[in-house]
């Protein structure tokens, strides 16, 4: 079993920064994907960014040129670098892990979420 507790959420101003990070404890196997996702009331949760155990990123169009996605395999940490927010951006960010576990099944872990709000 694998636990996630993000933080670094809270309010900025539009054109601001804000770093978001996220902590792994727990049974964490070498292989597997990272990622962010967002959530806003009335909405489905969408994906921000990912990033595999090797390196490997890939970013949704409203993140790209804006949000840096990274991870300390060694410290079990995810973060998610945030500039140029826009109003937008708001919204409860998750941090997931996914990996191939027993029988070939898809494990999937998530953050209980910080909230994210960028005001104008």
């Known amino acids: 079993q694998v636990q996630l507790v993000e933080s670094g959420g809270g309010l900025v101003q539009a054109g601001g920064s804000l770093r978001l990070s996220c902590a792994a404890s727990?049974?964490?196997?070498?292989?597997?994907?990272m990622g962010w996702f967002r959530q806003v009331p009335g909405k489905q949760r969408e994906l921000v960014a990912t990033i595999t155990s090797a390196g490997i990123t890939s970013y949704a169009d409203s993140a790209k040129g804006r949000f840096t996605i990274s991870r300390d395999n060694a410290k079990n940490t995810l973060s998610l670098q945030m500039n140029s927010l826009k109003p937008e951006d708001t919204a409860v960010y998750y941090c997931n892990l996914q990996y191939i576990g027993r029988s070939y099944t898809r494990m999937a872990y998530w953050g209980e979420g910080t909230l994210v709000t960028v005001s104008s």
């Open positions: 727990g049974s964490i196997f070498s292989g597997n994907i």
